[in-house]
């Protein structure tokens, strides 16, 4: 059973750092594109980040352009992890952040992602 477990939310001011992590058991996702979205209630779901699998030890990162320079997103394959390191946040960036696993490659769509997290919380106050 494929379960994705995100953790490392939390309640920050502007200006602030966190880093989430996404570990995923039951499949090894190596050659398996991994993403982030995040949804405000009432909003749709939004791409955020994502990385694609190991080809030849060489990866390829997508970025949504509101998160390009404040965001870097990174995979540990020993470890069937994925990170998202959010810098410089906003309070437009509150929103539940989810961790997502893409059989289709690089992907900015939610629609081409088979498995997900609960989420976790981000909330960013002025």
């Known amino acids: 059973q494929v379960q994705l477990v995100e953790s490392g939310g939390g309640l920050v001011q502007a200006g602030d750092s966190l880093r989430l992590s996404c570990a995923a058991s039951?499949?090894?996702?190596?050659?398996?594109?991994m993403g982030w979205f995040r949804q405000v209630p009432g909003k749709a779901r939004e791409f955020v980040s994502a990385?694609?699998?190991?080809?030849?030890?060489?990866?390829?990162?997508d970025y949504a352009d509101f998160v390009k320079g404040r965001f870097a997103i990174s995979r540990d394959n020993a470890k069937n992890a994925v990170y998202l390191q959010m810098n410089s946040l906003k309070p437009d960036d509150t929103a539940i952040y989810y961790c997502?696993?893409?059989?289709?490659?690089?992907?900015?769509?939610?629609?081409?992602?088979?498995?997900w997290g609960q989420g976790t919380q981000v909330t960013v106050s002025s």
């Open positions: 990385i694609s699998g190991s080809e030849r030890n060489i990866y390829y990162a």
């Open positions: 039951g499949r090894t996702f190596s050659s398996y594109a």
């Open positions: 997502a696993v893409s059989k289709n490659g690089l992907r900015n769509k939610w629609i081409e992602y088979e498995y």
